[in-house]
Every structure is written in C-alpha cells, then in structure tokens.
C-alpha cells in the first residue's frame, strides 16, 4: 500500500541554521510529491511540487527539496531558518491511479530557537 | 481575492445535533476535496467531487453528507454529531489537468462536540 513516512516529530533549529526535514515514501509507480506548510490555525499552504524533470525543485520562501527515487525520498530543505518558519510541514504523495488523491506524511513540527 | 473559502471558521454544538460546512473555491478547479485533521494533525482524505460528481469516498460514515450544487462549491453535512467527530476540517480543489495534481487548501473549520 501507498504510505508516506516522516520520520522525525519535532524538529528544533536555531534560527539562521540550515534545516532538513525527511520524508520517505513507498509508491511503485511515479509518484507526485509535494510539500505543504501549516502555521498555526492555518490552512495548508504549497511550498512546492515535484514530478518529473530535475530532481531538485525550488519552492517559496526559499525552500527547496530533492527527490531521490533510488530511495524513495523527498527531503525539504532552507539554508537559513527564520522564526516565522516555526509550523507543522506535511509531506505528500499524489496517486493518480484514474482519480487524483494525495496521501499525507504524519507531519513533522517544527521550533525555530533564537 | 480569497482562492478557497471555508464557513464557518468555528463550529461548536452538541451531540446528535446536525451541522454543515460550506466551501467555495474561485479557482476555477474542476475538483473539490474533503479532509479531516485529527487531534494528532493527521489528515485524512474524506470525499472527492469532480465536476460535481462524487469520485472518491474513504469509508466515512453515512452520517456524513456531501453536495456540490455546482463545480465552485462543495458543502459537507453531518448528522447526528458524535463526540469522535471533533476536529478540523478542510476544503480543498485542484485543477484536473496533465502534471497537475497540486491541492489549494481552504482555512478549516474547527468542529468541536460537546
């Protein structure tokens, strides 16, 4: 079955330091990935989109993550974190098997320390 | 200019009682979703509606109720509210196109039932 694993709950990183969140994820066809950004009683925002074509995608805010489908994964990065970057970050898969759906990471939630 | 709407932003009522939430999207997307956000920020797909037509249903309850009067809107009725029904749900669309998969997500409504 399709699944999506984001294997870290928290993460905390200072502000102005580089962050990394992982995701790993488990699809036997080419899957649509993405990654979403909630803030606090928000809504889900897009950071960015991948499916084909260059394995490293820009997204907004200065985001940006690499899909290695050797090892099914999709990591998120920023060189430098900033404190309004302190939100829940989702990672999703989108099947396409005759109707879209898009199946989501557990979620991992992020604390930017001055 | 906002691209998906959701009504009410809050909802608290009581158990048994029955309860709607209403979604609008002026994206022009051809397909509508409804998730739910559990206590634990895990989202799971509910209901999805292209072009008004029901196209995916993820074992939710009958109590449970969508309608798309048109393709901009995708209401969401629950009878008979239980206290396990608690959580925060969220509208979305996207446009049902080649390499398109990308969902735009409303605010939520927080359903609390007490």
């Known amino acids: 079955a399709q699944s999506v694993t984001q294997p870290d709950i928290h993460i905390t990183v200072s502000e102005g330091a580089s962050l990394e969140l992982r995701c790993n994820y488990s699809?036997?066809?080419?899957?649509?990935l993405f990654w979403y950004v909630q803030s606090p009683g928000q809504g889900l925002q897009l950071l960015l989109k991948?499916?084909?074509?260059?394995?490293l995608v820009q997204g907004i805010k200065g985001f940006e993550a690499e899909s290695k489908r050797s090892q099914s994964t999709f990591n998120l990065r920023k060189p430098s974190v900033h404190w309004s970057d302190a939100a829940e970050y989702f990672c999703a898969v989108g099947l396409n098997t005759g109707f879209q759906k898009l199946v989501f990471g557990t979620g991992t939630r992020l604390l930017v320390s001055p | 200019d906002t691209a998906v709407s959701q009504t009410p932003k809050y909802l608290v009522t009581q158990m048994g009682n029955d309860k709607s939430i209403k979604c609008e999207q002026n994206l022009g997307h051809d397909t509508m979703y409804w998730y739910k956000q559990d206590s634990k920020k895990f989202l799971k797909i509910m209901f999805s509606?292209?072009?008004?037509?029901?196209?995916i249903n993820e074992t939710v309850p009958n109590r449970f109720s969508p309608k798309s009067p048109d393709k901009a809107h995708l209401n969401l009725h629950i009878n008979s509210l239980e206290l396990g029904d608690s959580a925060v749900y969220f509208c979305a669309s996207s446009p049902l196109a080649a390499g398109r998969m990308e969902q735009y997500f409303g605010p939520g409504t927080r359903l609390t039932v007490t």
């Open positions: 699809y036997g066809a080419t899957p649509y």
């Open positions: 991948y499916f084909s074509g260059d394995t």
């Open positions: 509606y292209n072009n008004k037509e029901l196209i």
